[in-house]
Each structure stands twice: as structure tokens, then as C-alpha cells.
């Protein structure tokens, strides 16, 4: 595997489910992000993690919970999600906090029921 | 508050044709990318440009950062289906927030044969 992954690449789940979704990258980068990006409007950061500490966290409502155990992965665990979270979201990362070239994972479609 | 306008939002044109996409924003950015974007894909880095005025050329690609680092273009020449995909301009600002990459709506080009 080369770059960055992401699975599932597509998800359907109702609204009391609880999953997650997964990326990996194999860059050796030490930042990784979290992004959602819905039709019609531009990319947003949701999380930003820098040598596994997360860095940022953009008002991101709780019902998304993520967790980098170490600077190769990074997860995003759902619950309770409505409708309007239905959206492409897409993994990437950077060789470290301060690079700005980032590289993007294919991305998880998600559909909320 | 958008930072980043992209136009036009979006563009069909035939093989062959030239075109220039553009991207203003009345802030300042130490650095601005471009990438490309294919359906069910992440986008994929073009380009990042770093000095005010500068041109890079890539292939029939040319991106170029306004005087002030406040707009980029990029113009393509002699468009192939292949360049078909969703154009993003991506903007940084400063080392304190250097992980963070403000994104514009993007300009969707359909080349046809």
C-alpha cells in the first residue's frame, strides 16, 4: 500500500448506529487531518493531529470523536449522527504540523439514514 | 466569511480550448496550492506556490501567485478530457497556523472530446 488509505470507502448508517472510519498513511508523515467536505461549499478542517496530539479541533460537534494512536493511523469514530452529516470525508496528511502540502486519502463516503 | 472565491465555478470547454481558472481572496497567504480532484477520489496536489509573482509550470499547466499573495490563476492549455475534475485552491497563512489550509469552493472543468 502506497500513499493514503481510507476505509470503508463507502458507508451507510442510521442515525443510532455508532461506527468508524479509518485512515492510514504511509508516507512517514507526522500530521495527520480530518476534513469533511460537502457539496456545494468548501473542504472543513475538523481535526488536526501533530505527532499523535491533536492540535486543532474546529468546533467539530461531539458526536464525531477521533483518535490517532500513532502517527501512521487515525480514526473517526461516529454516533448519533443526523442526516445533514451525510458528506465525503477525507483523510490526509503532511510531513509534519507546519508543512502545508498536504496529501488526501480517496475519502469515505458517508450517508446518514 | 468566504476567504478564498474561486471563478468560475464551473467551466465546460472543448479539446483543445484554453482556459484560465481563478482564485482571490482579500487576505494574505504565505503560500497557496492547487490541486485536482476526480469523482470518488481525494483531491491530489498540483502545485504550491510560495513567492509573490511566481510562475510554475507543469506540463500545459501554468499557476501563477499575484504580486501580493492575495490571488493565484491557473491556466491550462489546450485541454484535454484527461484535465477533466474538480479545481481547488488551497491557502496558508503564517507559521502559527501553518497546519491549517483554508480551501475555496473550487471550480468544476468538464473538458469534452
Known amino acids: 500500500e502506497t500513499g493514503v488509505t481510507q476505509t470503508p470507502r463507502h458507508l451507510v448508517m442510521g442515525m443510532t448506529n455508532k461506527k468508524s472510519l479509518k485512515c492510514e498513511q504511509h508516507l512517514g508523515h507526522n500530521a495527520m487531518y480530518w476534513y469533511k467536505q460537502s457539496a456545494k461549499k468548501p473542504l472543513e478542517l475538523m481535526f488536526v493531529?501533530?505527532?499523535?496530539?491533536?492540535?486543532e479541533n474546529n468546533s467539530v460537534p461531539s458526536r464525531f470523536s477521533p483518535e490517532c494512536p500513532n502517527s501512521s493511523h487515525l480514526f473517526l469514530h461516529l454516533h448519533t449522527l443526523q442526516p445533514e452529516d451525510s458528506a465525503l470525508y477525507l483523510c490526509?496528511?503532511?510531513?509534519?504540523?507546519?508543512?502545508?502540502?498536504?496529501?488526501f486519502g480517496p475519502g469515505t463516503r458517508l450517508t446518514v439514514t | 466569511t468566504q476567504l478564498l472565491e474561486q471563478s468560475p465555478q464551473f467551466l465546460s470547454i472543448q479539446e483543445g480550448e484554453n482556459l484560465t481558472v481563478y482564485c482571490n481572496s482579500s487576505s494574505v497567504f504565505s503560500s497557496l496550492q492547487w490541486y485536482r480532484q476526480e469523482p470518488g477520489e481525494g483531491p491530489v496536489l498540483l502545485v504550491t506556490?510560495?513567492?509573490?509573482?511566481e510562475v510554475k509550470k507543469l506540463k500545459r499547466l501554468t499557476f501563477q501567485f499575484g504580486d501580493a499573495r492575495k490571488d493565484s490563476s491557473l491556466h491550462i492549455t489546450a485541454a484535454q478530457p484527461g484535465d477533466t475534475g474538480l479545481y481547488l485552491c488551497a491557502g496558508a497563512r503564517g507559521e502559527t497556523s501553518g497546519s491549517r489550509l483554508t480551501f475555496g469552493e473550487g471550480t468544476q472543468l468538464t473538458v469534452n472530446p
Open positions: 490526509a496528511s503532511s510531513l509534519r504540523g507546519l508543512s502545508y502540502e498536504q496529501y
Open positions: 506556490v510560495v513567492t509573490g509573482g
Open positions: 493531529y501533530n505527532f499523535k496530539e491533536q492540535t
